[in-house]
């Protein structure tokens, strides 16, 4: 049975609402929800069975379509909660960041194989770009990236509740000049997507799925990739350990897990460009690029 999918879409008459894809059927479950912090928080301790309740409230909904019929757009899947990013998580990242770095990145060796994870801030849910929206490049970067990434949606106690698509814009050439300049190579307008919506799961693993990504460049494709995702090297439980480290999340979280599937080193994004990240069980995110 594939996980049920809550969406956040927007209704033209009444606004961002909440809806749940659960197999061929589209229900609205807003008012069971009332805001993705308030079921987030009322799930504590009891995940699996904050899941199931949805589930049975979306069977028993008003208002249901069947999946083809379903055509409200989509929006980002976050309300009220921080986005973060968890780096040097796949083999193939530390080595495309060493690669990156003047230096030689030695500091991406050792990370990657630290017992703390490298984690930063990545934006906050309303900077956040939802499916078919533009996300940025930096207009003073000469070498950037999408990096598609898994990303966990974590409650306030730091327990999983579920996975999304995640587009992590980067711009190499600023993080390679010097690690301390990451924040201006991660942090700017537009440079974090998110869609298109929450794949709902309980878990302590990894789901068993392939990561891809495709960019297309005035009709035709540029750069194709995949990785899958038992090849990220921590594990659930322990990303979300050192997140909640000395530092709450009351409304939760979404981390964004790393990436290995990195174009090579000539690429870089244009305007107009056309990223395409596809998660198994999730569903594809795809955004325009522009410069900002």
């Known amino acids: 049975m594939s996980d049920p ?5 927007l209704d033209p008459e009444q606004g961002p609402r909440y809806v749940l894809q659960d197999g061929e059927t589209v229900s609205d479950v807003h008012d ?3 805001s993705l ?11 699996a069975e904050a899941i199931d309740g949805l589930r049975e409230q979306a069977a028993a909904a008003e208002t249901r379509l069947p999946r083809g019929e379903f055509a409200l757009p989509l929006l980002a899947p976050v309300d009220e909660q921080e986005v973060w990013a ?3 998580t796949y083999e193939d990242s530390r080595k495309a960041r060493q690669e990156e770095a003047v230096d030689g990145g030695d500091v991406y060796a ?3 194989v630290a017992e703390r994870p490298e984690i930063f801030f990545k934006a906050h849910a309303w900077r956040v770009i939802g499916p078919g929206g533009e996300v940025g490049i930096r207009s003073d970067a000469s070498w950037s990236v999408p990096e598609p990434e898994l990303g966990v949606v974590y409650n306030p106690a730091m327990e999983a509740v579920g996975f999304t698509v995640g587009n992590d814009m980067s711009s190499r050439d600023i993080e390679g000049a010097n690690p301390l300049y990451l924040p201006q190579a991660k942090m700017f307008t537009a440079s974090c997507a998110l869609g298109p919506g929450i794949a709902l799961r309980a878990t302590e693993y990894w789901p068993d799925a392939q990561i891809r990504m495709r960019i297309e460049r005035e009709g035709g494709e540029v750069f194709r990739g995949s990785i899958h995702t038992s090849r990220i090297r921590r594990r659930i439980p322990e990303l979300g350990d050192f997140l909640g480290r000395s530092y709450s999340m009351p409304k939760g979280a979404v981390l964004l897990t790393g990436t290995a599937i990195v174009p090579p080193p000539d690429f870089t994004l244009v305007a ?3 990223i395409v990240i596809g ?3 999730i569903g594809e995110l795809m955004n325009v690029a522009q410069v900002v």
């Open 110 to 112: 050792r990370v990657y």
């Open 272 to 274: 107009g460009d056309v």
């Open 86 to 88: 968890a780096g040097v």
């Open 5 to 9: 999918l809550l969406l956040r879409v």
């Open 32 to 34: 069971a929800i009332g």
């Open 37 to 47: 912090s308030d079921w987030l928080t009322g799930s504590v301790g009891r995940a």
């Open 279 to 281: 998660i198994d069980g």
